[in-house]
């Protein structure tokens, strides 16, 4: 497959597209292993020409006025929604995705701009009373000025969304460095904010396959002043030590161990439907992914065969396809990731009642996998899978269940399927996680606070609150 017409190849600087000082690397199609298109390498003079536009551009689009910045983010979701097949096409193209997970990853990306329309609009202060009396306390708010953000190969545009959409309605100026398997679409996002008015040096993008070069520069600059990044836990550790050097203001989503608990009581059908979703959207690839089935023993054989059934019945196939249900996983490494995981379980007593075998042939597919019997030490129980499989573990009853969803060092998503409303709500409070699913099994939503506990992440993205990351609060000490 070849990069379609009218898809930008190159970095984006200052409003210019330029190449990159350090060469240039492929971009694949995962679905045949073949080369799309080369992208630009940034070196270390093109951060620094980046933090510098973004630097220059920052004081004027911190002064602009509100109902300006909204009317470019607006303008860009209007964009994204009439551009929505193309964005849709070459997402599932560089990422794998199929085309109906694309079409809805375009749709939840583009809500970020309109919900953050909406929000750059109500950045406001307060006024208190001091409680002696003695004086008022004044609050207003400030952007935090230039932000590095960094985003992963799992949701090319969403990911982004959610950071550039905050950033602007706030003020604030931004180098993004997308995914290294998934550069396009980020190029693209480019694009259409200029398009949609977003003045040369507001908007960013570097490409590199040597991140770790690029963010040490990026980090060391003293502009710099926010970092937002999304992927995984061991990455995100590595950063905040780095920003720890110059005290740079982080948020981190970071990766998930996400249990799925039907309890006794549940509707098995509806369940069934939530963990499809759950669990296979974007195949498994997700932060918010159902990774362990936490099923009541009374219910876990018959909930393990319907789950089956369904996972038998998906159509696996290049992303690009229209009939394909599942496309293939974003690189060979992640395959032999997620088969290693399998692997090793099965020998700790695992069974497969569905796939469990790698795919041969070209591209990078591996078949939805249900796995029964799962010990709870096992790779796929304890490790994040990233992959189309589902580990189910029967548990005796609500507090085993709770037990063993709360013995991980993540605590990203959660799920809970039963028949009793307030028995659920009950089970919400105690899982030691930042969102929970309650009979659902998708959580994300631009209008709600996504983020993590434990070392899942620190901060929110969407809701009211995801524009407070890239606001700083001034106060000032006053009587009259
Ligand atoms: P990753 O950590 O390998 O990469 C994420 C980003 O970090 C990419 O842009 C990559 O180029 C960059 N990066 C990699 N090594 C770096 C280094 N040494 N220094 C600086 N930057 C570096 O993660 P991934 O494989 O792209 O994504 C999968 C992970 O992301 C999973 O763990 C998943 O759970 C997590 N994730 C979390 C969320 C969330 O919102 N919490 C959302 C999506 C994905």
Do not use: H
Not at 7 to 30: A, C, E, H, N, Y
Not at 33 to 38: E, S
Not at 340 to 369: C, H, M, Q, W
Not at 455 to 460: D, V
Request: proline share 5%.
């Amino acid at each position: 497959m070849t990069l379609p017409a009218g898809v930008p190849s190159r970095m984006f600087v200052g409003g210019t597209w330029q190449d990159g000082s350090g060469g240039s690397f492929d971009v694949l199609d995962p679905s045949t292993g073949d080369v799309i298109c080369a992208v630009p390498r940034a070196g270390a003079d093109d951060v620094a020409a980046a933090v510098s536009a973004a630097a220059d551009a920052l004081p004027e689009w911190a002064a602009t006025a509100p109902r300006e910045r909204a009317e470019v983010l607006r303008r860009t979701f209007e964009l994204m929604i009439e551009r929505k097949e193309d964005l849709a096409y070459l997402m599932s193209l560089e990422m794998g995705k199929s085309l109906t997970d694309a079409r809805g990853e375009v749709v939840y990306a583009a809500e970020f701009f309109r919900w953050f329309s909406e929000e750059a609009v109500r950045i406001g202060g307060e006024l208190r009373m001091a409680p002696s009396g003695a004086n008022r306390i004044l609050t207003f708010r400030k952007p935090v000025g230039v932000c590095l953000l960094l985003t992963p190969w799992n949701f090319p545009a969403a990911m982004a969304t959610r950071k550039i959409a905050p950033a602007l309605a706030a003020g604030c100026t931004f180098v993004l460095k997308p995914a290294e398997d998934t550069p396009l679409t980020a190029l693209m996002l480019a694009q259409l904010l200029t398009e949609a008015g977003a003045p040369a040096g507001t908007v960013n993008v570097l490409t590199t396959d040597k991140p770790g070069d690029l963010v040490e520069v990026a980090l060391a600059d003293d502009r710099v002043r926010k970092l937002s990044f999304t992927g995984s836990t061991g990455v995100g550790r590595t950063l905040l030590q780095q920003a720890a050097g110059r005290i740079v203001n982080a948020s981190m989503e970071l990766g998930g161990n996400d249990p799925f608990l039907v309890l006794d009581d549940a509707d098995l059908d509806a369940a069934v439907d939530g963990a499809m979703l759950a669990k296979m959207r974007n195949g498994g690839q997700a932060c918010t992914a159902a990774n362990r089935f936490l099923v009541a023993e009374s219910v876990a054989d018959e909930f393990a065969a319907k789950l089956a059934e369904r996972m038998r019945s998906l159509r696996m196939g290049p992303g690009t396809a229209e009939d394909t249900q599942i496309g293939p996983m974003i690189n060979r490494r992640a395959v032999e990731g997620i088969a290693d995981k399998v692997n090793r379980s099965i020998e700790a007593g695992a069974r497969a009642v569905l796939g469990g075998e790698s795919v041969e042939g070209a591209g990078f597919f591996y078949p939805p996998t249900v796995l029964t019997g799962v010990p709870r030490d096992s790779a796929v129980a304890v490790e994040e899978v990233f992959g189309p499989v589902a580990p189910i573990i029967a548990v005796k009853d609500e507090e085993d269940a709770l037990r063993i969803a709360n013995d991980s060092e993540m605590g990203l998503t959660g799920y809970v399927y039963t028949g009793d409303l307030a028995r659920g709500l009950r089970v919400c409070e105690r899982l030691e996680v930042g969102m929970v699913g309650l009979n659902r099994g998708l959580v994300s939503d631009p209008a709600a606070p996504f983020g993590g506990v434990k070392q899942s992440g620190l901060g929110r993205e969407g809701g009211y609150e995801g524009i407070d990351e890239y606001l700083e609060t001034t106060y000032v000490a006053t009587s009259w």
